[in-house]
């Protein structure tokens, strides 16, 4: 008997070493997938533009030299202006995936209902009009990095505001349902232009776009890979799925506090 237990430690203590070693080699080998990912986008998506606004900016130069006016000239500086922010934009997105990634976890309890009316509050502040119809519902209090949740939501709010059909003013709806293992589950419903079901799983993988969202719908594929990181650094699951009706429904879980839900409301913007 005293045979059989030594024999069972052994097995199950290799059984777990064996794990350990597994998880560390997925580990390094999506470390190494994300280096190439960047050291691609370093090369491709800054430095492409980085060449066109150089050319602007010789342009601009010639043209103050030859005494072009203002009116002339201004076309040549939107274009320089409009490349920094396209590359400042990947630059902000890049340091965000990955403080999401490595940053470390400050976890402390936070109402989600006042981190969503901060993040819509600033994200429909400079809206031109229709402006978007959102609603809350019964969001509690969670126990989580408050920077790090902060941009979970500005990046989902953000698509949800993005991804509409042209002319017709977004429709949100985020809702927090409690689970029974101490967690929460958060939706954030739209009723935009959807997800391809075959683009559904793929979606959180950095720099992954949908091809048909390519042409009018400026982005840089990593706003979901950081809500995936910051959603797996709480211990939680995300998933993209089809609004009934038309639209996303983005469901991300984190750890509840306990605090009792609140009822629904609804925030308006000012008109
Ligand atoms: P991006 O910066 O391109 O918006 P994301 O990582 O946030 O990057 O999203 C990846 C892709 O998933 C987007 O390019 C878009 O095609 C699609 N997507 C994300 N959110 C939505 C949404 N709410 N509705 C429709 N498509 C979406």
Same mark, same amino acid.
């Given at each position: 008997l005293l045979l059989a237990g030594l024999v069972w430690v052994l097995a199950t203590g290799r059984a777990r070493a064996e794990a350990k070693v597994r998880t560390a080699t997925s580990d390094l080998r999506e470390r190494e997938a994300d280096l190439r990912a960047f050291a691609a986008v370093a090369a491709h998506d800054l430095r492409a533009p980085l060449s066109v606004v150089a050319g602007y900016a010789d342009l601009l130069d010639e043209g103050l030299a030859e005494g072009d006016d203002a009116a002339t000239l201004r076309p040549t500086a939107a274009r320089i202006i409009s490349g920094v922010d396209r590359m400042c +934009?990947? %630059? &902000? $997105?890049?340091?965000?995936?990955?403080?999401? +990634? $490595?940053g470390s976890l400050n976890l402390e309890p936070?109402?989600?209902r006042r981190l969503v009316d901060e993040v819509v509050t600033d994200r429909i502040a400079h809206l031109p009009p229709p402006l978007p119809d959102i609603t809350t519902a019964s969001l509690p209090t969670v126990l989580? &990095? #408050?920077a790090m949740v902060r941009q979970l939501l500005d990046n989902l709010i953000g698509n949800a505001l993005k991804y509409t059909h042209p002319? +017709?003013?977004?429709? %949100?709806? %985020?809702s927090g349902h409690p689970q029974p293992d101490? #967690?929460?589950r958060i $939706?954030?419903? $739209?009723?935009? %232009?959807?997800?391809?079901?075959? &683009? +559904?799983p793929r979606v959180f993988t950095s720099f992954h776009r949908v091809a048909q969202h390519a042409d009018g719908y400026p982005g840089t594929g990593l706003g979901l890979a950081i809500c995936h990181r910051v959603v797996e650094r709480h211990?939680? &699951?995300i998933a993209a799925t089809d609004n009934p009706g038309g639209g996303t429904v983005i469901s991300f879980t984190l750890p509840l506090m306990g605090a009792a839900p609140v009822a629904t409301r609804r925030i308006r913007p000012a008109p």
């Open positions: +934009r990947l %630059i &902000d $997105d890049l340091l965000a995936y990955a403080t999401a +990634r $490595d936070v109402p989600l989580v &990095d #408050r002319g +017709r003013p977004a429709c %949100i709806i %985020i101490g #967690r929460v $939706d954030v419903a $739209d009723r935009g %232009i959807g997800i391809p079901p075959d &683009d +559904r211990g939680g &699951d």
